[in-house]
């Protein structure tokens, strides 16, 4: 029998992560270095990129690509790349909270909206299935709590399209289930993150209501009465990309202090 802490490790691994630079992306870097996997970050700045690259230091072999994941055409420039080496383990991170009151809602803006947060994870996976046929593979979709539960009335098609990921990633896992890949997603929700912290500081200034505070309807649903860190987004992935979890496929797990149980 294998131990547990062999079915964790990640070496000999590759995997690539989209939206790297920041956030729970970055967490996720730091999560699978330390378990020993390579690792292939994507993300649109270049320069958080550079430097999560460097804050990894020399513990694992990593490549960057700087790649707008909501331009399709520069999804298959990444994957046209003749030296572009193929990953294993796919986590479709990269995501924007785009807020806009209800009736504001333009094509523009709906179609931007879409194209990150939802089409990027389809064209991501549709090129790694395609490349690890043979081989199968792993993939980790973050979605959130907000495909649930809604908690704020200015990020419905962001709800959307989180909603759209747990359906992307469940038929993936129909249709690609027994040519070897499994297909999982994660719920963060509350996770303390530059991106959670814009929409604080907006919050703040629209509502006059600060998230970060239990009281509030969406501080009170948190039974752990706290925020979660990125790491605890991150080691729930690293479980759901190992072979701990081989008999895990089309999951939708919450990460988020009890937000969707209360
Ligand atoms: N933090 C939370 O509480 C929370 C809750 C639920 C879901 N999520 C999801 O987790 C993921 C990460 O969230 P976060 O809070 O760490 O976000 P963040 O804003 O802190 O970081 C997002 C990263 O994605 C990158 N990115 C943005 N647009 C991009 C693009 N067009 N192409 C490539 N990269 C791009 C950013 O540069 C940044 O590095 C998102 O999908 C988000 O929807 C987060």
């Not at 504001?104 to 939802?118: F, G, K, P, R, S």
């Not at 959307?160 to 690609?176: D, E, P, Q, V, Y």
């Amino acid at each position: 029998m294998r131990t547990s802490t062999d079915l964790l490790r990640m070496k000999g691994r590759r995997v690539l992560i989209t939206g790297a630079a920041a956030g729970i992306g970055k967490a996720l870097a730091h999560r699978f270095a330390e378990a020993g996997a390579d690792l292939i970050l994507l993300d649109i700045n270049e320069a958080g990129l550079a430097r999560a690259a460097e804050d990894l230091g020399a513990a694992c072999k990593v490549t960057t690509h700087v790649v707008d994941l909501s331009d399709r055409a520069r999804i298959d420039a990444f994957w046209g790349q003749p030296d572009v080496s193929i990953p294993d383990t796919l986590i479709n991170n990269a995501g924007a909270y785009r807020m806009r009151d209800f009736f504001e809602i333009d094509a523009h803006y709906l179609d931007a909206t879409l194209a990150l947060n939802l089409e990027s994870a389809l064209w991501m996976c549709q090129r790694f299935i395609a490349r690890r046929k043979k081989a199968g593979g792993v993939i980790v979709n973050i979605s959130s709590v907000e495909a649930i539960v809604p908690f704020r009335d200015d990020l419905i098609p962001y709800g959307m399209c989180k909603a759209g990921i747990l359906a992307l990633t469940r038929s993936l896992a129909h249709a690609f289930g027994r040519q070897g890949f499994r297909v999982n997603a994660l719920l963060p929700g509350a996770i303390k993150t530059p991106g959670t912290e814009q929409l604080r500081k907006a919050a703040l200034q629209r509502l006059n209501v600060d998230l970060m505070k239990t009281g509030y309807e969406f501080g009170a649903r948190l039974s752990l009465g706290r925020w979660g860190l990125p790491d605890e987004v991150a080691t729930v992935a690293l479980f759901l990309a190992s072979d701990l979890a081989s008999y895990v496929q089309g999951a939708a797990i919450p990460v988020d202090g009890g937000f969707l149980s209360s």
